[in-house]
């Protein structure tokens, strides 16, 4: 987005961290660090969320994050471990 926000739609429910859990294993997978290294830092249960990445390269992180997109698709329940939709 213009003011350098990211935009990620999330199916999961905000019931007991779920959706927040989902966007962390987004990431870690779209950007290639440990789940230890993303941690929410506002907003655990508002939609509105900022996220601290710890990882020593903030470009190789961004240009994972927004390889080949122009926006971040919905990400759904698939990407928890054995979730079904």
Request: proline share 2%; aromatic share 4%; hydrophobic share 40%.
């Given at each position: 987005?213009?003011?350098?926000?990211?935009?990620?739609?999330l199916k999961a429910?905000?019931?007991?961290?779920?959706?927040?859990r989902?966007?962390?294993t987004y990431l870690s997978k779209k950007i290639h660090i440990g789940?230890?290294?993303i941690s929410i830092i506002s907003g655990?249960?508002?939609?509105?969320k900022i996220?601290?990445?710890?990882s020593g390269n903030k470009d190789l992180v961004l240009e994972n994050?927004?390889?080949?997109?122009l926006f971040l698709p919905t990400i759904n329940d698939?990407?928890?471990s054995g979730a079904k939709e």
């Amino acid at each position: 987005m213009d003011d350098g926000t990211i935009k990620i739609a999330l199916k999961a429910k905000p019931v007991e961290g779920q959706a927040n859990r989902l966007l962390i294993t987004y990431l870690s997978k779209k950007i290639h660090i440990g789940e230890s290294e993303i941690s929410i830092i506002s907003g655990f249960n508002s939609r509105n969320k900022i996220i601290k990445i710890d990882s020593g390269n903030k470009d190789l992180v961004l240009e994972n994050l927004l390889k080949d997109q122009l926006f971040l698709p919905t990400i759904n329940d698939s990407l928890t471990s054995g979730a079904k939709e």
